[in-house]
């Protein structure tokens, strides 16, 4: 006799639950076309730099934490592990990596010359990074360093003795020890923790003097459907903090991309909540995007595409390195919807 409302109490259960796990989409905010930034690190630097070479009048000024040159891979793993992570098959040629940009140029699959030209850069490695060779971070500022009109004023280079692979940031005891990792070595969650604010000089050199860093909500810390953006590689959550003064519009941007092993699934919000982007957010009128990849069998170490695993089924010389990129096309979708305008 109590089926039926068991049943319809089930149900109701079911729409609640299935309410809860649906998530809002990413919000359109307005912000600022011309006060945009990128930062990534290890595969997530890679990925900064083809996005900003792919669009460079889109973006203000690139950042890039333990990661090589530009299309360091050229679309292949062998040399992804050979030559931009290890320098077992030697250091990259930049000569044939200029001419791969040039010929990219003539197809409009990257930016022209004058726009790459124009952006401000921030290069980092750790001395002691046994990940990617800290040689690569100098192959990839002296690769920059031809492009750019004044290098001297332009392009910033940092390299920290001591310090593994990672991101460094500076470790408080808002921390959870479980998601920190040693500076010098780094592993784990690849959050080293240093003593260094790599984040707040990074913004610094590429948006000008700073207000200092305040505390910020968590709350401010949203999760959104990814779903929308769909490409190969990409997870299904994705973050953005967005500060109080932002909702109504006029905020700089920062996309900030996370390396392999740093994705939500696998080392849970500590990327997103301490990087140390958000504090200096909070108190410069900026939204923070945190885009996610997601671990797969092709990929599973959830890295960003820089070698090619989300074309190379289909393509022969994949393009994962240019405008036409499937995941750089997801990430400049998110882009332009925060700088769309609320529909209210």
């Known amino acids: 006799m109590r089926v039926a409302p068991l049943i319809a109490a089930g149900l109701l259960l079911a729409s609640a639950a299935n309410a809860e796990e649906r998530l809002p989409e990413l919000p359109r905010l307005a912000v600022v076309p011309d006060d945009t930034s990128v930062i990534g690190v290890s595969s997530g630097g890679y990925m900064a730099t083809q996005l900003a070479i792919a669009w460079p009048e889109r973006f203000r000024g690139l950042a890039v934490l333990a990661a090589g040159p530009w299309s360091c891979a050229e679309g ?17 040629d930049l000569n044939a990596l200029d001419v791969r940009r040039r010929d990219y140029q003539a197809r409009d699959l990257v930016g022209e010359a004058d726009d790459i030209a124009e952006l401000r850069a921030f290069v980092w490695h750790g001395e ?42 500076e470790a408080d005891e808002r921390i959870p020890p479980s998601w920190l990792a040693p500076c010098g070595s780094g592993g784990g969650s690849h959050m080293l923790a240093c003593g260094l604010d790599i984040a707040g000089e990074a913004l610094a050199w590429l948006h000008g003097s700073l207000e200092p860093a305040q505390p910020i909500s968590p709350a401010r810390l949203l999760r959104f459907d990814q779903a929308p953006f769909d490409a190969r590689g990409l997870g299904d959550v ?3 903090l967005v500060p109080e003064e932002c909702e109504a519009g006029g905020c700089g941007l920062t996309v900030a991309l996370h390396g392999c092993g740093m994705t939500e699934e696998q080392i849970d919000e500590a990327f997103v909540r301490y990087s140390g982007l958000n504090e200096w957010a909070a108190a410069n009128r900026r939204v923070v995007l945190y885009p996610q990849a997601s671990p797969s069998l092709a990929n599973p170490q959830g890295c960003w595409d820089w070698w090619g ?26 882009v332009e919807r925060l700088e769309e305008a609320s529909e209210e």
């Open 76 to 92: 292949g793993l062998g040399q992804a592990l050979g030559q931009c992570m290890s320098l077992r098959r030697g250091r990259p």
């Open 128 to 169: 002691a990074d046994g990940v990617v060779d800290p040689s690569l971070g100098g192959a990839l500022a002296e690769q920059l360093a031809g492009w750019l009109n004044d290098p001297e004023e332009q392009l910033k280079v940092v390299q920290s003795p001591d310090v593994g692979h990672g991101w460094p940031i």
């Open 238 to 240: 994705g973050y953005v």
């Open 309 to 334: 695993f989300a074309e190379s089924t289909w393509q022969l010389d994949p393009l994962h390195d240019t405008r036409e990129g499937t995941q750089v096309k997801a990430l400049m979708a998110m």
